[in-house]
């Protein structure tokens, strides 16, 4: 996935830094007795490091494979999740799921679409080989910038929804650090007293969210 390094490499550092901060958030929550939100952060650590390595590294297509499959499992779950949260809370408790849900898919949609689709077919115009998804003469056909043009569309798409979760965490790690409280990311996650400490306070897992939100739209707009 190219982009400008300035840009790209910052965000593979907080990236990094995001998929460490949920490792250790795993960990803590294991040994100060957190029984649930692992879900949650086991796909944002996943995601935090695919992301890292789509943004620096050339991803070959059994690594995108891989993570494919990692990020395959969440995304049912959190598919599960929804519906459950639908059937028993109504359409309003179906939101934290599908935010999480809209973010592996996000992840997903980026492994599954090659990131040079769309720089690939002028590269080869140039060079004049006969290569598919071209004419004889070298010419892309219709086929591949219909191809395009959806991959385009649906980076959009997805970049539109994100914009939505990203700011729907953002106001709650406002009001969070506004009130000087923690405030659960959905009911029963940390529990209302947050007793886990900083580390298991939803403010930091707020902001990572933010930034991991942020790091996908520019993916996909770089995708677009």
């Known amino acids: 996935m190219?982009?400008?390094?300035w840009l790209s490499w910052p965000l593979a550092g907080l990236m990094v830094i995001s998929a460490l901060y949920h490792a250790?958030?795993?960990?803590?929550?294991?040994?100060?007795g957190r029984t649930n939100g692992?879900?949650?952060d086991l796909a944002h650590l996943v995601m935090c490091a695919a992301m890292a390595a789509m943004l620096v590294m050339t991803v070959d297509a059994t690594l995108a494979t891989a993570c494919a499959v990692a990020l395959g499992v969440p995304t049912v779950w959190f598919v599960h999740r929804a519906l459950g949260a639908l059937?028993?809370?109504?359409?309003?408790?179906?939101?934290?799921?599908?935010?999480?849900?809209?973010?592996?898919?996000a992840m997903l949609f980026m492994l599954v679409v090659?990131?040079?689709?769309?720089?690939?077919?002028?590269s080869m115009a140039t060079a004049g080989m006969n290569m598919p998804g071209m004419?004889?003469?070298?010419?892309?056909s219709h086929e591949m910038v219909g191809s395009t043009s959806l991959v385009a569309l649906t980076s959009l798409i997805f970049v539109g929804l994100l914009a939505v979760v990203a700011a729907q965490h953002a106001r709650?790690?406002?009001?969070a650090a506004t009130a000087h409280v923690a405030w659960p990311l959905y009911a029963g996650l940390d529990g209302p007293r947050n007793p886990g400490g900083l580390l298991l306070a939803p403010g930091l897992s707020l902001g990572s969210q933010v930034a991991m939100s942020g790091t996908m739209i520019y993916m996909l707009i770089l995708l677009a």
């Open 114 to 122: 090659p990131g040079g689709a769309v720089s690939a077919p002028t």
């Open 2 to 5: 190219s982009g400008p390094n």
């Open 135 to 140: 004419t004889v003469q070298g010419q892309v």
């Open 38 to 40: 692992y879900d949650v």
């Open 87 to 105: 059937l028993s809370d109504g359409a309003r408790g179906m939101i934290w799921p599908v935010q999480q849900l809209l973010m592996c898919a």
């Open 24 to 32: 250790v958030r795993l960990l803590a929550a294991g040994r100060r």
């Open 172 to 175: 709650r790690l406002r009001a």
